[in-house]
């Protein structure tokens, strides 16, 4: 917040509190007139705070992100995921904006509404983890871009990879950005008990939802969700749907073919067992859905990473 607005808002306040401190001194000079005295040392005290100290840690905003430097301290606490859980689901995506297969603006901000309602409807902590990897030049970043709406069940973190780190980093496909390497670290810094690697243009269905308010999920063992294989110039299978550009809530609520559900009973096959006779039948598009518990995921020590080439493993550690 700049100074200017700090200053404001204070001397607002301030006057405020003068007005219902002379109500209250007409029944009590002396003690009005100690309290008052108190209140504008207090007030005093916060117009020569440092404007960094008035702000949250860990909060930024579009105002004062370029004025603020964090101390070692601070910006370990920002990245650490914690000892323990302290949500029960972390969503990972890697991203930066480039309009990625175009449209990129109205994919991403219905996978973040779906990511907000999953919250709302399932009443669960959820952390929605965005890593920004390689930002490009002379465009908009995420935080100015999409629409991230408040609730008391969903958080949101934005981690960025600068280009100079990108430009370090061994790049065999000349990629822009690192989804792998980058899912990686959002699985190294995500704060819920399960982390879920996905994509920008996924949305939730009410069987996840179902399943998210089930508890489902097993420690020891990795998530898939099956993707059929489409041509976009044909009709979609079920897995595959088409959005307006705006959609609204109940819209993209419904979107997924709705399936009776048995709410807080949530049932699937499985698991099994990945050889080498199944594997790219289990595997194929595995990164639009990867969900395992935390301690699985430090298991196999997260994806490879080749260095900007897409590639996917899976394994079972039942």
Request: hydrophobic share 40%.
């Amino acid at each position: 917040m700049p100074m200017q607005k700090v200053v404001v808002m204070l001397i607002v306040f301030m006057s405020a509190m003068v007005s219902l401190l002379l109500l209250y001194a007409t029944r009590s000079p002396r003690s009005a007139s100690s309290s008052m005295q108190s209140d504008m040392d207090a007030v005093d005290n916060l117009l020569h705070q440092p404007v960094e100290e008035a702000i949250p840690a860990c909060t930024w905003n579009t105002a004062t992100r370029d004025n603020l430097t964090l101390s070692k301290q601070q910006w370990e606490k920002c990245l650490d995921g914690g000892s323990e859980p302290s949500a029960y689901l972390s969503i990972v995506i890697v991203t930066r904006m480039d309009d990625y297969a175009g449209n990129q603006f109205h994919r991403f901000q219905n996978f973040i509404n779906s990511a907000y309602l999953l919250a709302e409807h399932t009443k669960e902590n959820i952390e929605l983890l965005i890593i920004e990897w390689n930002p490009p030049e002379g465009t908009r970043r995420v935080y100015d871009v999409l629409r991230f709406r408040r609730s008391n069940y969903l958080t949101y973190r934005i981690i960025a990879v600068p280009k100079a780190l990108h430009n370090v980093i061994p790049n065999v496909g000349n990629a822009p950005l690192h989804e792998f390497e980058g899912k990686n670290l959002g699985i190294r810094f995500a704060r819920g008990e399960y982390v879920v690697c996905t994509n920008q243009d996924d949305i939730w269905s009410l069987n996840f939802h179902n399943a998210i308010k089930s508890h489902f999920f097993q420690k020891g063992t990795i998530y898939l969700q099956h993707q059929d294989r489409h041509n976009i110039h044909d009709d979609l299978p079920p897995s595959i749907v088409r959005l307006p550009v705006y959609p609204d809530d109940d819209t993209l609520y419904n979107a997924c073919v709705p399936k009776p559900q048995d709410w807080g009973n949530f049932r699937s096959d499985g698991p099994i067992e990945v050889n080498l006779d199944n594997i790219l039948q289990v595997a194929d598009q595995a990164g639009d859905f990867t969900l395992a518990h935390r301690d699985t995921w430090k298991h196999v020590r997260g994806y490879r990473e080749t260095g900007g080439v897409a590639w996917y493993v899976l394994y079972n550690v039942i």
